[in-house]
């Protein structure tokens, strides 16, 4: 079976659902691109917990987690079927590498999964595994559930983080008139030097090393995600490619990555 990248999404605000911008078609084209997966486990910005969590729901509802919004987001629907099954090995895969893990059979898909792939797979018909993160267990922790995971991309699995690579909400109302954050560019620009570097220890380190860190990610949540897409390239080069998205709102970066590494 073809060995499938990992990815990382810029999910941005959950008005991309119904303003896609730029993003809606690159993640159309990538999925265009990609062989397809028999299956997706998705981990989300949007669901810490405190140990490992993993979804095994049949068929997850779509949670719309947000409030204040225009009344035809909280209509969509993406009723992708879910995979126990796969559920459980993901369980068995982060058990065995010390990450104990418990499946959650309720858990339904949060926005920052289902309003990316309904740009990704539109259909909803491939199944999907939502999987926590654990913020308060910093990047690192983040990589290894990555790289546990990473046997799964020869099995046609396809693993996704979903955050973004700019997050400071503090400065919506700052930059709806066109301008920029001044400290977007230069952020992705050293986030996208140190993948080309395959920098991993760089990029764990980003809140000491990364330009204007803390402006870029006051809480770093919707960033971890990238480091659980790094771990799932596996060991040695990443093969990282960005899919520049655009910035929305002057300050939410859309980056895409997709890893090609060899895999565990």
């Known amino acids: 079976m073809t060995l499938l990248p990992s990815l990382y999404i810029s999910h941005g605000s959950p008005m991309t659902a119904l303003q896609p911008g730029q993003v809606g078609g690159r993640l159309a084209e990538l999925a265009a691109s990609l062989p397809r997966p028999r299956a997706i486990v998705i981990a989300s910005a949007h669901w810490p917990s405190a140990q490992p969590q993993v979804g095994g729901h049949a068929q997850p509802p779509t949670i719309h987690d947000f409030g204040g919004f225009p009344e035809p987001l909280y209509q969509i629907q993406y009723p992708a079927p879910g995979a126990p099954m796969l559920a459980n090995q993901v369980q068995q895969l982060l058990s065995s590498a010390g990450l104990p893990a418990q499946v959650d059979a309720l858990r339904g898909?949060?926005?920052?999964?289902?309003?990316?792939?309904?740009?990704?797979?539109?259909?909803?018909?491939?199944?999907?595994?939502?999987?926590?993160?654990?913020?308060?267990?910093?990047?690192?922790?983040?990589?290894?559930?990555?790289?546990?995971?990473?046997?799964?991309?020869?099995?046609?699995?396809?693993?996704?983080?979903?955050?973004?690579?700019?997050?400071?909400?503090?400065?919506?109302?700052?930059?709806?008139?066109?301008?920029?954050?001044?400290?977007?560019?230069?952020?992705?620009?050293?986030?996208?030097?140190?993948?080309?570097?395959?920098?991993?220890?760089?990029?764990?380190?980003?809140?000491?090393?990364?330009?204007?860190?803390?402006?870029?990610?006051?809480?770093?949540?919707?960033?971890?995600?990238?480091?659980?897409?790094?771990?799932?390239?596996?060991?040695?080069?990443?093969?990282?490619?960005?899919?520049?998205?655009?910035?929305?709102?002057?300050?939410?970066?859309?980056?895409?990555?997709?890893?090609?590494?060899?895999?565990?």
């Open 109 to 264: 898909l949060d926005h920052g999964a289902w309003v990316p792939l309904r740009f990704l797979y539109p259909d909803a018909s491939i199944p999907v595994v939502p999987l926590s993160l654990q913020p308060h267990l910093g990047p690192s922790h983040q990589l290894a559930l990555g790289r546990a995971l990473a046997p799964l991309r020869e099995q046609g699995v396809l693993l996704v983080g979903s955050g973004s690579i700019t997050h400071n909400l503090h400065d919506w109302r700052n930059y709806q008139d066109g301008k920029e954050a001044p400290y977007v560019r230069p952020f992705i620009g050293w986030i996208e030097e140190r993948l080309a570097a395959d920098d991993v220890e760089a990029l764990l380190d980003y809140r000491r090393q990364a330009p204007f860190a803390e402006r870029a990610h006051p809480t770093d949540e919707h960033l971890q995600p990238l480091h659980f897409a790094i771990g799932a390239a596996g060991e040695g080069a990443l093969g990282a490619q960005r899919i520049d998205a655009g910035i929305d709102m002057g300050m939410l970066a859309m980056d895409i990555y997709r890893f090609d590494g060899a895999g565990a």
